[in-house]
């Protein structure tokens, strides 16, 4: 077994998004395709309605699929096709827009006034890009859920864990989209494809995620345009690169961790991005922008231009 390196930890940054929503981005519009298949991560959370109720009104998607993961609140969905349905908290939302969906994502607070919740968009390949719109709509109660004999629980959403498979299937890149809590002190090594991207966001309490068997102090692994040591510890809000291995080890810090851990295998392949459009090609944007500014975005029944 060789244990995936730690190549950077970053901070989730402060982003206004939608209509006006405070969140933090942990990756996003990037030059680099370090997260391939994975495209965007953002944490919105917030103790305020201000924070957060002006929501994501309607907006397109193409050539992607957003993953939508409430832990406060809850989160009421609508698009262009007649869905509609409220993501509470433990519930997720897989949404394939493939061809194209027009939707919007309007957050409400608990009875406290909070709000939390995460959005990932992960990529497709082009073979699937323009396929029909799906949606995998998962109640928390579905969402498998394991805990070890030390008290370490894993909500699998997607992908097996220790004999568990998530509720959601069908999705190109054998992603695995895991919720582990470690109890505080506690050493965890957890399995992870080695063809796979991975990475980490802490959302709760804080801890280590150093090969276990280096010494104290020693980091083996350098940014590569970056003369300081590597920084293993994470603590809220913080986002762990990775480098290949098969398995990721954590020992918790005083307060216990929690984080979030996504890997899924690279597409490889060209991206075009234009906001919440992600093609191969610019003439791929230059048609979705052309539809929609004079319609046929939407394919499918009753619509211009549909299948
Ligand atoms: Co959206």
Same mark, same amino acid.
């Given at each position: 077994?060789?244990?995936? =390196?730690?190549?950077?930890?970053?901070e989730?940054?402060?982003?206004?998004?939608?209509?006006?929503?405070?969140?933090?981005?942990?990756?996003?519009?990037?030059?680099k395709n370090?997260f391939d298949?994975?495209?965007?991560f953002?944490?919105?959370r917030?103790?305020r309605?201000?924070d957060y109720l002006?929501?994501?009104?309607?907006?397109?998607h193409?050539?992607?699929?957003?993953?939508?993961y409430?832990?406060?609140?809850?989160v009421t969905?609508?698009?262009?096709?007649g869905?509609t349905g409220?993501?509470g908290a433990?519930?997720?939302?897989?949404m394939t827009?493939?061809?194209?969906?027009?939707h919007?994502?309007?957050?409400?607070g608990?009875a406290?006034g909070?709000?939390?919740g995460f959005?990932l968009w992960?990529?497709l =390949?082009?073979?699937l890009?323009?396929?029909?719109?799906?949606?995998?709509?998962?109640?928390?109660k579905?969402?498998?859920e394991?805990?070890?004999?030390?008290?370490?629980?894993?909500?699998v959403?997607?992908?097996e864990?220790?004999?568990k498979?998530?509720?959601?299937?069908?999705?190109?890149?054998?992603?695995?989209?895991?919720?582990?809590?470690?109890s505080?002190?506690?050493?965890k090594?957890?399995?992870?494809d080695?063809r796979a991207?991975a990475?980490?966001?802490?959302?709760?309490?804080?801890?280590?995620?150093?090969d276990a068997?280096?010494?104290?102090?020693?980091l083996?692994e350098r940014?590569?345009?970056d003369d300081? =040591?590597v920084?293993?510890?994470?603590g809220n809000?913080?986002l762990?690169?990775f480098?290949r291995?098969?398995?990721?080890?954590v020992?918790?810090?005083?307060?216990?961790i929690?984080f979030?851990?996504?890997?899924?295998r690279p597409?490889e392949e =060209?991206v075009a991005?234009y906001g919440?459009i992600v093609?191969n090609t610019?003439?791929e944007l230059?048609t979705?922008?052309?539809?929609?500014r004079n319609?046929?975005?939407i394919?499918?029944?009753?619509q211009?231009g549909?299948?």
């Amino acid at each position: 077994m060789s244990i995936r =390196p730690v190549t950077r930890v970053t901070e989730a940054v402060p982003t206004m998004e939608g209509a006006g929503v405070r969140l933090r981005r942990g990756f996003g519009f990037g030059e680099k395709n370090e997260f391939d298949p994975f495209l965007l991560f953002d944490d919105f959370r917030g103790e305020r309605p201000s924070d957060y109720l002006a929501g994501f009104p309607w907006h397109p998607h193409r050539g992607i699929e957003t993953i939508t993961y409430v832990l406060a609140g809850d989160v009421t969905h609508q698009d262009s096709l007649g869905n509609t349905g409220v993501l509470g908290a433990g519930d997720v939302q897989w949404m394939t827009a493939g061809s194209g969906i027009m939707h919007q994502e309007m957050p409400k607070g608990d009875a406290a006034g909070r709000m939390h919740g995460f959005q990932l968009w992960a990529n497709l =390949p082009s073979s699937l890009k323009m396929t029909a719109p799906r949606y995998q709509d998962v109640k928390s109660k579905d969402v498998a859920e394991v805990t070890d004999d030390d008290g370490t629980t894993v909500r699998v959403i997607i992908g097996e864990y220790w004999g568990k498979k998530g509720p959601v299937d069908g999705i190109a890149a054998n992603p695995q989209y895991l919720d582990v809590w470690v109890s505080a002190g506690r050493k965890k090594r957890l399995a992870m494809d080695t063809r796979a991207n991975a990475f980490a966001y802490v959302f709760q309490g804080g801890g280590d995620f150093r090969d276990a068997s280096e010494p104290t102090g020693v980091l083996t692994e350098r940014h590569a345009d970056d003369d300081n =040591p590597v920084r293993s510890t994470a603590g809220n809000r913080s986002l762990v690169h990775f480098g290949r291995g098969d398995e990721v080890v954590v020992r918790a810090g005083d307060e216990g961790i929690r984080f979030l851990l996504v890997s899924g295998r690279p597409i490889e392949e =060209p991206v075009a991005w234009y906001g919440p459009i992600v093609m191969n090609t610019r003439e791929e944007l230059q048609t979705a922008i052309h539809e929609l500014r004079n319609g046929g975005f939407i394919k499918g029944e009753g619509q211009p231009g549909g299948r």
